[in-house]
């Protein structure tokens, strides 16, 4: 088949090109306006008890607090008559505002605990009537006016935090680190492709699958948004991926199409035996990625899925640009690509032609198998140790830089407001009959619990009718909202809402436990929930799909194994650095708790690369090997041919995923720096000291494969270029 479309491809190739320029501009054109369809929350469980809870708040009792004013008059303190006229012109305006569905400022109705220790800031809370989208929207308006723009009144400075404050500020972060990224990695990765191939010509074909492959997903996340939550932190994985993979394609293809052209063939013949030999490594390439991610739409977190949905439209599509776009572009620019050779010049080293230094490395490899493979193992085990001490949480406003608007908006609330609920409180929402008198016992044992402050009521706006079966009960919703003294990423916090779950509802009420905590909590528990059978898709696709291109039982499992020795490494690595706090001024970020969505997201990405390049390194072992050379020459044949071709990939796939390390939101840096020096560890340690150590190790048991599976194989599986 992949013959076929080759030949197809060769014979209408500028018709080719000028249909899939069009297409590609079409995806531009849908794709433009997805960054004002895209969410900034999506780590809660939707299912959750806590999202329950924070659902009958939002409908029964108004809301919480999504947005924080933190008020500085300039001049005085809050109490003084300019601040104060100052700080009702100001609440008002606010409440004028559209979205806005509720005010507490401390100019309206004083109350000591919306004023500051030394009296020189106040609060304005603002609750929007309004789902998670345009409250953020209405949010992030009022932002840009009062905060950026400075236009809440010519006496007042005005800070904004809160949940709602501190995403803006994230989303906001990400986007200008987004666009930084993308100018220090695409001009560097051009310049690059220049070197590797030695020609402008050949480092566009990768430019251009990345091109094609970043905007049709764009177009798909837009049609998407249409109809379910994702996220915008998709866009990261769009561009980094979508370059990276282009590259790795477009390497292939490129460095295949030299070769079969020093072989003496026509430009024709050439593209169709690459797309018979490099097409098919793409294919097997993109669906053990596509496998790694899709295990991501596991999870109820949009977060989660959202990477999934950007992922695998991002690596289908560059599979399908390197498929159709590149065979025609190598039949209409063959000559510049794979010059003709005339006699006068000597072959230097290119991804695809033999490497002698990745032909030494394996032949010293293979002498010596046990002494070079196991302290290398041991090396990757050692890195891995630090992941016996982690532990997991998810962002707050403790990611962004210290000097950012929410964060020192959070220091604040916490120093200076001592009596302020925004932080240390667990809400409990019953529903369900129960009388006044077990809804009082059951406030009473709350206040009893280690840490709780104090413990108080709202009633909802509307009462339920009276349950008739029970004329002393009635069936309302009742909010409790349990004070604290622990900061809610606390471990304090957490033990405290475990204890408030612990303790039996009032009557036939059920109790959903809500508030910062407690979402946390409920998200980790439900990717914990599921993380044992991600893994266990994750595997089982690899096997089935390694076996499938292999025809052995054996490289599945050892490209398992140390695929995830590798990862660990990596995950290690990261646990010493993000949560124990080294290099974190040289970083500029502040140690916490791993971010526990970033490292599942993390886990099945580098998982699914470090497959991708084991399927480019066997690819040509398994031609060698099938032509009826002995392990001990086909391995470093293989690794000649494939070596640099893998090593080159990864470095430029590194650049655009270490450009991240720019970033000033801490869980972006550590998804490029993990990404980044993963690639890079599995394209030489891993593919180049413990694959052929371990061929070596295994000779031919490294092929073996039961009787009844040969024919399970030769039934499904890919027919030899």
């Known amino acids: 088949m992949l013959r076929r479309l080759g030949f197809s491809l060769s014979r209408r190739a500028r018709t080719v090109l000028v249909l899939a320029g069009l297409l590609t501009l079409v995806a531009g054109g849908i794709g433009s306006g997805v960054f004002g369809h895209l969410k900034a929350g999506g780590l809660q469980d939707p299912a959750a008890p806590s999202a329950k809870a924070a659902e009958l708040i939002d409908k029964e009792f108004g809301g919480t607090t999504g947005l924080v004013f933190l008020v500085h008059p300039r001049h005085g303190t809050v109490d003084s008559p300019a601040a104060r006229n100052a700080g009702r012109d100001f609440t008002d305006r606010l409440t004028r505002r559209p979205g806005v569905d509720d005010i507490v400022s401390y100019w309206r109705t004083p109350n000591d605990t919306l004023k500051a220790r030394d009296g020189r800031s106040a609060l304005v809370l603002v609750r929007f009537g309004e789902d998670e989208e345009a409250a953020a929207r209405h949010a992030g308006a009022l932002i840009d006016e009062y905060v950026t723009n400075a236009a809440a009144g010519p006496g007042l400075r005005v800070r904004a935090g809160g949940p709602l404050g501190t995403n803006h500020d994230i989303t906001a972060q990400v986007a200008k680190d987004l666009a930084l990224a ?207 001490g982690v532990h997991f949480g998810m962002p707050d406003e403790r990611v962004l830089p210290g000097n950012s608007t929410s964060r020192s908006t959070a220091a604040a609330l916490r120093t200076d407001f001592p009596g302020f609920s925004g932080d240390g409180t667990t809400e409990i929402v019953l529903t369900g009959p129960a009388d006044r008198r077990r809804v009082a016992d059951y406030r009473r044992t709350l206040s009893t619990l280690p840490g709780v402050i104090a413990v108080d009521t709202t009633p909802a706006r509307r009462a339920a009718p009276q349950c008739p079966l029970h004329p ?32 039996a509802p009032p009557g036939h ?88 969505a970033m490292t599942v997201l993390m886990s099945c990405i580098l998982f699914g690369l470090s497959t991708d390049y084991e399927v480019f390194v066997l690819s040509r072992i398994k031609e060698l090997h099938d ?95």
């Open 472 to 503: 002393q009960q009635v069936g309302e919703v009742r909010r409790l909202t349990v004070r604290s003294g622990y900061a809610s990423a606390s471990a304090e916090a957490r033990q405290l809402v475990a204890r408030i779950g612990a303790v």
């Open 627 to 721: 032509q009826g050379l002995p392990p001990n020459q086909a391995v470093p044949k293989g690794l000649s041919r494939s070596g640099a071709l893998v090593s080159a990939a990864a470095a430029l796939l590194a650049v655009s995923l270490l450009a991240f390390t720019t970033s000033s939101v801490s869980f972006m840096q550590m998804f490029g720096l993990g990404s980044g020096l993963a690639v890079l560890l599995d394209a030489t340690v891993v593919r180049g000291v413990l694959v052929p150590a371990c061929l070596r190790l295994l000779g031919e048991r490294a092929w073996y494969c039961p009787h009844w599976l040969r024919r399970l194989h030769a039934k499904f599986g890919p027919a030899d270029g």
């Open 182 to 388: 993308e100018g220090i990695a695409v001009p560097l990765t051009l310049l690059l492709l220049i070197i590797v191939f030695r020609g402008l010509v050949p480092a566009l074909i990768p430019l251009a699958i990345g091109g094609a492959a970043i905007l049709g997903t764009l177009a798909e996340l837009r049609l998407l948004a249409g109809v379910t939550d994702v996220s915008v932190f998709a866009l990261n994985l769009t561009t980094a991926l979508g370059l990276g993979l282009a590259i790795d394609y477009g390497l292939l293809m490129v460095s295949r199409f030299r070769e079969e052209m020093n072989s003496a063939r026509s430009i024709r013949v050439a593209v169709v035996h690459t797309m018979a030999t490099a097409g098919r490594t793409i294919v097997f390439s993109a669906a053990t990625v596509i496998a790694a991610l899709s295990a991501l739409l596991v999870f109820p977190l949009y977060f989660l899925r959202s990477f999934a949905y950007a992922g695998i439209a991002v690596v289908a599509t560059a599979a399908l640009a390197a498929l159709v776009i590149a065979p025609a572009l190598l039949t209409v620019s063959g000559h510049r690509v794979a010059p003709a050779d005339d006699g006068t010049r000597t072959r230097k080293a290119r991804p695809g032609n033999g490497s002698g230094i990745w032909y030494r490395i394996a032949r010293t490899v293979m002498r010596r198998p046990l002494i070079t493979a196991l302290p290398t193992a041991a090396l990757l085990a050692l890195a891995a140790a630090p992941l016996l």
């Open 509 to 596: 009420t059920t109790a959903l436990v809500g508030g910062a905590t407690a979402q946390v909590m409920d998200a980790q528990s439900a990717i914990a929930q599921r993380l044992p059978f991600v893994i266990a898709m994750i595997a089982v696709s690899t096997f089935v799909l390694l076996f499938l291109f292999t025809g052995s039982v054996i490289q599945p499992l050892r490209a398992l194994a140390l695929n995830t020795l590798g990862l660990g490494a990596i995950l290690g690595v990261l646990v010493w650095i993000f949560q124990d706090g080294h290099f974190s001024s040289l970083l500029g970020f502040t140690p916490t708790p791993m971010d526990t």
